[in-house]
């Protein structure tokens, strides 16, 4: 009888497990099935947030054993963010379906490749050691009913999360009167350009702007006798790479919240705003840093005192180097600039260019371009 009784407790577990999303059954070498479940504001963030989790979950063991490294906190953000990268394959076991407070959930089966997460963590630890921790500006401007506000409610949220990735910014207190002034203008005329000449004169590889608004929407009548403030926050962020001006990220969204009080509404709809922008950002800018230092992405190629005769050979050659996927080129004012997609980074890439362009004079390599003069 008593082992009936196990056998039937060990039964209500294994439901109570699946129930939870914590199982986690083992498919082969490197491989295991993987039951969770995800959350998010729309339906496409919960299955996301799903598959992290489920990556996260079936890699658990060797994920605590890099615990104590090192940059961990970075490299496990990097790598989780490619996390559809490991899932083999994944089946919906409910919904997804909208909980009371509007939030999506979804219970997912995923297969995923432990193995996968173990060989591409080595690698970003391995170039994250190379290249260092990437900077980032972030420089938002905020208004309440129309009045600028000396601090971001939305900008400070971004802050936080990339800080606990494990990102490094720029200090707010180093910038200037003057710097937040062309900054505001800046924004209000959507020219990033200005922002990006700030950004790499403090050392920053990305720089997310854009502008944040609070606005009443009336006030209601609670129970018949509180009166609460109605505010609704609109926000429009992008982030951008300092040396080329490339966009990362494009995110907009609403918030909205109510308060007796209606300088509290106004900023907890903010707060708000910035629990659904902040991850959608940081999402992005993870990704874009995978890319990096994994040697994907575009890598420019700028070269001065070029003929035209140079500027074709040199756009030839780049497409003959083995590793590179796709060029772009333009000649101006005996200035070539090629835009090249490859799978190596821009270090890798300026020793194959000079390997097969022997005229070619490099001044500088950064993180994405590459500089340089054709000799004489």
Avoid at 114 to 122: R, S
Avoid at 295 to 306: A, I, Q, S, Y
Avoid at 309 to 323: E, P, S, T
Wanted: hydrophobic share 40%; glycine share 8%.
């Amino acid at each position: 009888m008593m082992r009936k009784h196990v056998a039937i407790l060990c039964v209500i577990g294994a439901c109570l497990a699946t129930a939870a999303g914590q199982t986690v059954v083992k498919k082969g070498p490197g491989l295991v099935e993987v039951t969770v479940t995800g959350q998010g504001m729309s339906k496409e963030e919960a299955i996301r947030d799903a598959l992290r989790k489920a990556v996260e979950r079936g890699a658990k063991t060797f994920i605590h054993s890099e615990s104590e490294t090192k940059d961990f906190v970075l490299v496990r953000d990097t790598v989780l963010a490619r996390a559809m990268g490991f899932v083999q394959s994944h089946r919906v076991l409910s919904g997804p379906r909208q909980t009371p407070d509007e939030v999506w959930e979804v219970s997912i089966s995923a297969v995923v490749s432990v193995e996968g997460v173990q060989n591409v963590w080595g690698t970003v630890k391995t170039l994250l050691k190379q290249i260092g921790r990437p900077k980032i500006m972030v420089a938002l401007t905020e208004k309440i009913q129309g009045q600028a506000q000396e601090d971001s409610t939305v900008q400070t949220r971004i802050e936080n999360l990339l800080l606990k990735s494990g990102f490094l910014l720029v200090n707010k207190k180093q910038l200037k009167a003057i710097d937040l002034k062309d900054i505001a203008a800046a924004v209000a005329e959507d020219k990033p350009q200005k922002i990006q000449a700030i950004a790499k004169r403090f050392g920053a590889q990305l720089f997310i702007t854009g502008s944040t608004n609070a606005v009443s929407s009336g006030s209601t009548l609670a129970f018949g006798q509180v009166r609460l403030y109605d505010y609704g926050a609109d926000g429009d962020i992008k982030c951008y790479r300092s040396d080329t001006a490339q966009m990362l990220a494009s995110q907009n969204g609403t918030a909205k919240w109510s308060d007796q009080n209606p300088r509290n509404a106004a900023k907890k709809s903010l707060w708000r705003l910035g629990d659904i922008l902040g991850p959608k950002v940081q999402d992005n800018i993870l990704r874009f840093w995978l890319d990096v230092i994994q040697g994907h992405g575009e890598v420019v190629l700028e070269v001065e005192d070029v003929s035209f005769r140079d500027y074709l050979n040199l756009k030839k050659a780049v497409q003959g180097i083995k590793g590179v996927e796709d060029v772009t080129a333009k000649y101006s004012n005996k200035i070539a600039k090629i835009s090249i997609q490859a799978n190596m980074n821009a270090e890798q890439l300026a020793e194959k260019i000079v390997e097969v362009v022997a005229n070619l004079e490099i001044s500088d390599v950064s993180q994405n371009v590459i500089k340089g003069k054709m000799k004489k």
